[in-house]
């Protein structure tokens, strides 16, 4: 039986094995898709597939810089335990040095692309990883940010990686402003560098909020609209980095500080390891009996 390239698509989906194992247990068992999966199985090829349905909301953060390029990534675990193991640690280098020299635009196309080692491509390394380190491993996201050789990256690591940040700051060569507005971010968790950046409608839902508050609270009207405008201000400090108190010194502002060593703030991502995923809650006595039926 011929075997397709659509097949062999189908058997990486069901297993995570690679193409090249995919191709040989299709060709080993005539095309037969459950024999191949079993094919699969018994080699412990298929070993990494067993935990597709697990979530994977622990892990590491992780930057890495390279001239004028930078990258940002997290790549998820399922237990903290794994994200501190060394062989896990040093997967997540291996995955951000590949996405920094081969530069994708979005994960799925980092998964397709060669990987230049034992396994094809880079889902399929991870894969192998997956069956090695004994959990399901993924990446999740990563970003990817270029600089001019009059700017300069921030890079700060937070717990161990549990929280990323990585910053571009113009007009200044000086490392340490960038790393100390990193530094800011990852304590604050700002959503915004300014408040020119907040969408219209976010700005006006607020407004409206802080109308109903203080009418709620028995302001006079000739007084609620220099309230609410007091208010929005102190809003804009809580969410735009740089309207935000420095954690260096409280006494200026993130802005005013950058401004003083003549430069200014392009850029930042903020990543904390598994924000947004839910995680699965079993209750203990079900989780026992789902075990013993395997």
Do not use: W
């Amino acid at each position: 039986m011929a075997i397709t390239a659509s097949m062999v698509k189908e058997l990486r989906e069901k297993t995570g094995a690679g193409m090249m194992d995919c191709k040989k247990a299709l060709n080993e068992t005539d095309g037969d898709m459950e024999k191949a999966v079993d094919f699969l199985r018994e080699k412990g090829i298929a070993k990494a597939a067993k935990k597709q349905d697990r979530v994977a909301a622990e892990g590491l953060t992780y930057v890495q810089e390279e001239g004028n390029v930078a990258i940002i990534v997290e790549v998820n675990a399922e237990t903290d335990f794994v994200a501190k193991n060394e062989n896990f640690q040093n997967m997540v280098s291996t995955v951000a040095n590949h996405l920094l020299q081969n530069r994708p635009a979005t994960v799925e196309e980092a998964f397709g692309q060669a990987f230049d080692g034992e396994a094809e491509t880079l889902q399929d390394y991870i894969n192998d990883q997956t069956a090695k380190i004994g959990e399901k491993l993924s990446l999740r996201r990563f970003e990817i940010v270029e600089k001019t050789d009059a700017d300069s990256f921030g890079a700060y690591l937070h717990m161990g990686g549990r929280i990323g940040v990585l910053t571009l700051v113009e007009g200044t060569t000086d490392d340490q402003v960038a790393k100390d507005v990193a530094m800011h971010v990852a304590a604050i968790n700002p959503t915004y560098i300014s408040r020119d950046e907040v969408p219209e409608d976010v700005v006006n839902n607020e407004r409206e909020v802080l109308k109903q508050q203080a009418m709620n609270e028995g302001k006079p009207e000739n007084i609620v609209e220099k309230m609410v405008e007091g208010r929005l201000g102190k809003y804009f400090e809580e969410i735009c980095l740089n309207e935000q108190a420095f954690v260096k010194d409280s006494d200026q502002k993130v802005g005013k500080y950058v401004e003083s060593k003549g430069a200014n703030i392009k850029t930042f991502v903020r990543y904390e390891v598994g924000e947004g995923i839910e995680k699965k809650e079993e209750n203990f006595a079900d989780e026992v009996k789902s075990q013993m039926k395997k």
